[in-house]
């Protein structure tokens, strides 16, 4: 209907005062809301600040661990199950204590969280992508082809993100049979977590693709003969991004979980390249004679990564939409 | 004694950089019985005055001078809840868009019936009387039938009779209108503004009324209020401040409003709120990589030919096709559209003629019919080679100019696009040049192409648009409500610019707009459209005095008066 | 709204039927069931004589099709692992299963909806913004660690609640056994349920909170409130009202959830449920147990969207009344 509306009105007075970030300008990013918002908001800079830590404290693992928990000759079965230093019996080269194989139990979860990280941004990025490019392409091209990856995705979408995990690492299982699972755990892993969790991407992504195609940059496009292929990933593709960041945020965090919870199941991550979820799941079985460390650490490092992941994600969400300003 | 009373009122709203003063430092004032207009461009702060008043300004927005009174007793400082006492009871309030103002979970008659019981102490079935009575006066058909339905079973229209009854429930003293008619049709419009009226003069209210729309303010106010950037320009009685305005701005804006009772060469321009953007380097377009688009063969007879032309939507998918529900957009149209002439289309919102301009630029496909451009039949192209062809020579002009721009691309890239696209220029250093000739000759300047869309205010986004438009050269230009998104000022400047382009270039262009007095100023031959047919096409003067279909004499007949409005400034053909 | 209703329930059993066929390409084609069923000392002669047996040289369309119809008759074939009838296994731990689930939904809706309420309608307030930290970390936290840490806590250190198994159990007619009927029952309960219901719990009381806040901002809400009405009519008739379409959908998607993440949490607190099973029946590559389960939850979900479809046309008139 053509008429000017309030929120017209009012993003004209916005504009003319251009209050928005222009990508690609560092001190404009600065100057940006979204930069205060980041500031104004002091839980968010201590998730940001903290997540670069724990991310940091993962990827330099082998120089920042105090030892080397796969270095066989370094480890002493005579040092299992050592408590942390501030309780009796405690060892100083341990600081949280060690496992039940003698392993220093902080270097193990250095390692595990970065297998956990690598785990979850692999399958974070591959779920994205298979995500993204079904979307889009439901979205923009409707009917038929819409219709039948959506179906998939509804029929998907009633099972929850783990019990897919599940089976795919069963049927998995089945097919590589007599194969070591160990070697394969990996891929397994990120290919059922991938599989797991697109159908939000494709969804989201569908959802803004339906709105942005009916706007009028897509149909002016159309009209100068640009094809579909370069209109979804030139203009649409773009314009759609915002969500999935957000989505893609909140998504790793699940992913450790999901991750934490399939190792924890003894489907994930196998011992000897442990994750944090598998550490926990080792540690579970000494909880009842009192080595309540071995589960309790890695289990707190697993939390307060994902919760600071979380807090991003939760701001993110806030900060790009435009609706709760 | 007046009901209300505004004093030196001023509103502010913080932010982080500075504090905008969306009201500055004004007084007005209504009597009972009377209406008084307030109006004003986008960003004018007319519609906070009207928050300011019902004590609902959206935070962080407050009044940070004045006073308000309310039949003498002043209302701003009031508590949270004396003020929610006031609302409904004393003020009434009309939103903008019918559609999304009522619960759509609820019924009718428990909407009104809540509000009434919250105001007046009756009893329930006192207070549904009292709702069917309500409905009935607004003009509702079988009202004691249709106050048990739910707000989506009525129409635009329908609906926004059922808001007048709702806000006039308890026998308000003041009721407030924001933009009460700019989201309905003109016919509807009409009906709305004429019941407006007739209620408040019947049941003594003042009324204030805040709108865009000269037209409105001519209608039914008694009094107006201009107001620009915040601040009141103008106040008087509204024979006094359109017959002969006094301040500059009103001048301007008054001499901007495209009319359908005079024919203009241009419009004046109005210097006022924007720079009116001129060509910042004059280019020779007959020697200008621009003016080749005069060198397409040139094709005997019209343009254009559109015979049948069908389309049909399917608004129910099934897979038996006896269940499918079609919906019959466009029903056999056929017109010719000459060589350099501007054909204009004109009706009323479903009424087909947007879908006509996507049907001919191949954004649809239609379901029957043809349409010739020069010697190609347009519907039996397959072969992409041929359809980029066309592609190239005819191009189209957006209404919304929010979003007929890529946010994420910069204006250079935008308007680069369709000539690499179309493999226009030879090398990247011509295209560049090119893209900055265009945004110099629609009056931009070459220095915009590297900013991003949302740099630009609308008429300037319009302008990029056009810019776009022109880059593949096309010979045929369709415009669907370029302007109806753009404040009036600002129209006149886009209407102008694309007269100008029009004799420069040669265009030959499709004119659609849902504005009578719009296409009158613009257009060579005129078609008006309802439900999908073509009711009439004559030349524009014919049409506009010797209207031979009855519906188009019904729309001439609803469009508002502008007699009112001074005649200064008007250059007339 | 027999239509509508039989529409839905069409779609409902398309999606059983796709599920059914994934479940039987499960069962059929990963790895040889023969070779599951038998011992290695078995002749080649035997196998064959057993594959003819059990018609898996048939067409595939009929096999599908005796899948089907065996499925349909709760006949899931025999379990490689236990060599007893799936549907046997299943029986034994379908109530333990349910009532779990069925006390967490509980627990979520009942403090969920209220939390959510009050941080909706207050956004500002301290207490709301504690209840988003506490969901947050609620989020944050996996399910099996909340368990860890209330076995940990009530169970190891306290040694206040038990932490596995269902405490002593009461037969109710021929096959259901029922934990809500003893005091070592219930007490079992308390911390499995608590476990699994949290995150639910977390979920339904942010996801409440986002509706109000985007509700409270429509047209209609202000219109409300333009009118005057008191604050209780707007947030509680007219916003809470229109919150509910999507809060319901989500919640009924979320109540299957919880059938899912029981796996979970009865294997941290060893709860005699199907999840336990199916989980040992990934590890051992049990087919038939899993492709059984896959199908018992898709029915479960199935049938909780079927009603969340059917809630939805008895609040939603835009559903129920055509337009004039």
Redesign the interface.
Known sequence: ??????E??K???Q??????V??GRLSKVFDS?MF?SFLRSKVTVVAAIGTFILFMLAFLAPWVAPHNPFDLASISILDARVPPVWMEYADPRFLLGTDDQGRDLLSGIFYGMRISLIVGFCSVVAAAVIGITLGLVAGYMGGRVDTVIM?IA??Q????A??IA??I???A???F?GVDREIFAFYILIVSLALSFWVQYARTVRGSTMVEKN???V????????PSVIIMAR?IL??VMGPVMVIATINL?LAI?TE??LS????GMPPTQPSL?TL?AVG?DF??S?E?WI??FP?LA??LL??NV??LG?WLRDALNP??R | MNVLDIKDLTVEFPSRKSVFVAVDDVDMSVEAGKVLGVVGESGAGKSTVGNAVIGLLQEPGHIAGGEIFLHGKRIDNLSYKEKRLLRGRKIGMIFQDPLTSLDPLQTVESQLVETIRTHLPLSAKDAQKRAVELIDSVGIPDPEERIKQYPHQFSGGMRQRVVIALALCAEPELVIADEPTTALDVSIQAQILELMKKLCEERNVAMLVITHDMGVIADITDHVAVMYHGDLVEYGETTQVLGAPKHPYTQSLISAVPRPDVKVDRFPVVNYIEKAGTPQKHIDISTHWLGKSRDYEQVAGPLVQIRDLDMRFEVRGSIFPSQRKYFQAVKKVSFDIEQGETFGVVGESGSGKSTIARLITGLYHPTGGSILFGKTELTSLTNRKDVLAMRRQMQMIFQDPFSSLNARMRVRDIIAEPIKFHKLASSNAEVRQIVDDLLDHVGLGAQAGQKFPHEFSGGQRQRISIARALATRPRFLICDEPTSALDVSIQAQILNLLKDLQQELGLTMLFISHDLAVIRQMCNRIGVMRNGELCEVSDCDELFEHPKHPYTRELLDLMPSLELLSRANLETV | MIGFATRRLIQAMIVMLVVALLAFTMFRFVGDPINQMVGIETSIEEREALRERLGLNDPIPVQFLRFVTNAAQFDFGTSYQFRQPVSELFAKRIPATLELSFTSALFALVVGIPMGIYAGLNRESPVSKFFLSVSLIGISLPTFFIGILLIFLFSVTLQWLPSFGRGDTVQIGSWWTTGFLTISGLKALILPSITLGLYQMTLIMRLIRAEMLEVIRTDYIKFARARGLPDRLVNFRHALKNTLVPVITITGLQLGAIIAFATITETVFNWPGMGLMFLQAVQNVDIPIMSAYLLLTAFLFVAINFIVDILYFYIDPRLRVGRP
Not at chain 1, 1 to 6: A, C, E, L
Request: hydrophobic share 50%.
């Open positions: 209907m053509p008429y000017v509306s309030n017209e009105a993003a004209a007075v504009d003319r005062s251009g209050h928005q222009a990508p809301d205060h179906r509804d029929v979408l009633t099972f929850p783990i019990l599940l089976l690492d069963g049927i299982a089945g097919i049979g706007k009028e940059y149909q002016a496009a159309r009209v100068i003969g640009i203009h773009p314009n965090a979980v934490a919870t924890f199941l003894g489907v979820g926990i579970n909880l009842y009192g309540w589960a309790i289990g697993l939390a994902v919760l979380n807090l939760d609706k709760l």
